[in-house]
């Protein structure tokens, strides 16, 4: 039995570790894919106190080591269901194993948000990514293409740049959602278009690889063909927290109803980082997530 099970080992996560091993709790950290979470996607993190342009992968492997210290049991699974035990206790089913917990943390954070077009499952890593770093490389010298206004979309249309031969930005409002001082670099790139008022109503493919996007104006409706061989979708992110099974709250998106102290509908879980209902969802928040969350679940063992 542990004392506390945390669910993502993101930032929120791997602090929440840190604090629960260091109150001397037992603790699992369980984590579906890489420890780190989305700042693995980042590639230079300018606004994070102390570490200026420090890489998002330094950034993770800096926590995690961290975290090691403390000695955490740490396993590489996915969490398939939660259901409550009748003393209060909770029942965690992963890929490959059931576990016994006093109290849990979810840290699992958000997940691309998809456009649900047909096609856009196949040509996955085949001309679509929804990730620049990860992916910008397979594009040097290509025609590309980024769809969103967002910082996400603005700050990966910047990086792909220096890579592809040119980057169309496509928006479907006249207006980005990003910040002013990063448009400002955009507009200062020669290789970067700006396509405004426009979604994307198909992708084409050739020999199962993207080919072209067909446009279609907001305004007025009319469809135009755009020759890429990338598209990276940066419309935001949702959370994905199915696996709760109505346990806990959710809000009309699917974000954990939880405050500051990471308190959800449920005493014994606890909610930090991206996953929950929060204004602000950046790595300061997320350290201070877990922290809280921690915190929260320690009181409440106690
Ligand atoms: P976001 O700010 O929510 O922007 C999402 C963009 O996608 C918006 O421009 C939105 O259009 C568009 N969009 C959403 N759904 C769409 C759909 N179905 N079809 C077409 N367009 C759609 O998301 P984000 O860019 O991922 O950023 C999330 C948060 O992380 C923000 O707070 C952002 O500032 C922050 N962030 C910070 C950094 C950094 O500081 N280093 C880097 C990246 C992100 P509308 O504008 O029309 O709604």
Redesign the pocket.
């Known amino acids: 039995m542990y004392d506390i099970t945390i669910i993502g080992a993101g930032v929120a996560g791997m602090t929440a570790a840190i604090y629960a091993r260091r109150a001397n709790k037992k603790v699992l950290l369980l984590e579906k894919k890489t420890y780190g979470g989305q700042i693995l996607e980042?590639e230079t993190?300018?606004?994070f106190p102390s570490l200026p342009h420090i890489k998002g992968t330094e950034l993770a492997q800096k926590i995690f080591t961290q975290v090691k210290e403390f000695n955490p049991d740490f396993k590489y699974e996915s969490v398939e269901n939660i259901s409550k035990n009748d003393d209060n206790t909770f029942k965690i089913t992963t890929d490959s194993n059931e576990y016994q917990a006093k109290s849990i943390i979810v840290a699992t954070g958000t997940d691309y948000?998809k456009?649900g077009l047909p096609l856009e499952a196949e040509l996955t890593g085949n001309g679509v990514s929804y990730c620049a770093t990860c992916d910008g490389a397979l594009f040097k010298d290509k025609a590309i293409a980024v769809?969103?206004?967002?910082?996400?979309?603005l700050?990966s249309a910047l990086y792909l740049s220096d890579i592809a031969s040119k980057v169309y930005v496509i928006?479907?409002?006249d207006a980005?959602?990003?910040?002013a001082a990063l448009v400002s670099k955009l507009e200062a790139k020669p290789n970067i278009e700006f396509i405004f008022n426009n979604?994307i109503d198909e992708l084409k493919a050739s020999d199962n690889k993207l080919s072209s996007l067909i446009l279609k104006n907001t305004q007025t409706e009319e469809k135009s063909e755009l020759e890429v061989s990338g598209l990276f979708i940066?419309?935001?992110?949702a959370p994905k927290n199915d696996f709760l099974n109505s346990l806990v709250e959710l809000d009309n998106d699917g974000y954990i109803v939880a405050d500051e102290t990471g308190t959800t509908s449920t005493p014994g879980i606890f909610a930090a980082g991206d996953c929950r209902t929060k204004n602000?969802?950046?790595i300061i928040t997320a350290t201070s997530d877990g922290a809280s969350a921690a915190s929260s679940a320690i009181k409440y063992l106690s």
């Open positions: 980042t993190i300018e606004n948000r456009l769809f969103g206004g967002g910082n996400s979309a700050y928006h479907r409002r980005f959602r990003g910040d979604v940066e419309i935001g992110r602000l969802r950046q």
